[in-house]
């Protein structure tokens, strides 16, 4: 399958890449600094150099894909998910493409439920607010497309490796949870859902 990866150079993003070169896939990953992705070399991968918070940008990289991931970062800062995400949906449209992997945060909607004291107050309550906001906005721009999406909601990332043994698809009254979860898993995750609708048009959220 041909894929798109906007936030391709960040912790999650690059994981993704990796993986999605290992499934066979081919895969295109939309970056500002292309050098952040000089590690990786293989045939099937395409650099596209461009600012997600460009919308021409966003629809010269979608030419001729057949799926896109998102995993925007953007540190405290609070603008770039969702302005980012609401050109890739606007320009997705444009395109004629439809499917959508997004990757936001355990926290949001129902899944507030889950967080510990920590999380709701002092994480996102203060020190991570603004990133907490975006997330939040980047998710209403999804549910309001008539895109099918998969938004994933992950906990706090981890360096661990693949065990699968983590939970998917938890209610917000789920509380035995450690909050934490390998970015590995979260990309391979991601990955997984380009073969199945089992979360087409839902959000899930995914922890240990």
């Not at 650099?47 to 629809?59: F, Q, R």
Request: proline share 1%; charged share 25%.
């Amino acid at each position: 399958m041909k894929v798109i990866i906007f936030g391709a150079t960040g912790t999650v993003g690059i994981e993704i890449v990796k993986q999605a070169l290992k499934n066979g896939d081919e895969v295109t990953a939309f970056v500002r600094d292309p050098q952040k992705l000089q590690s990786i070399s293989h045939p099937n991968l395409y650099i596209h150099v461009g600012d997600v918070l460009s919308l021409n940008d966003v629809e010269n990289a979608l030419q001729n894909h057949e799926a896109v991931f998102c995993a925007l970062g953007d540190g405290r800062k609070g603008k770039i998910r969702a302005e980012g995400t609401k050109n890739i949906i606007e320009a997705m449209r444009k395109k004629g493409l439809n499917r959508l992997i997004c990757q936001t945060t355990l926290g949001l909607g129902e899944s507030y439920g889950n967080l510990n004291f920590i999380w709701k107050h002092v994480m996102f309550g203060m020190l991570l607010k603004r990133a907490f906001q975006d997330h939040k906005l980047q998710e209403k721009y999804i549910l309001d497309s008539n895109l099918d999406y998969t938004i994933v909601r992950p906990s706090a990332f981890t360096d661990d490796q693949i065990t699968n043994k983590y939970s998917i698809g938890f209610d917000g009254s789920y509380k035995k949870l450690n909050l934490k979860i390998a970015r590995k898993e979260v990309a391979d995750f991601m990955i997984r859902q380009l073969n199945t609708n089992e979360y087409l048009k839902r959000t899930v959220s995914i922890s240990n």
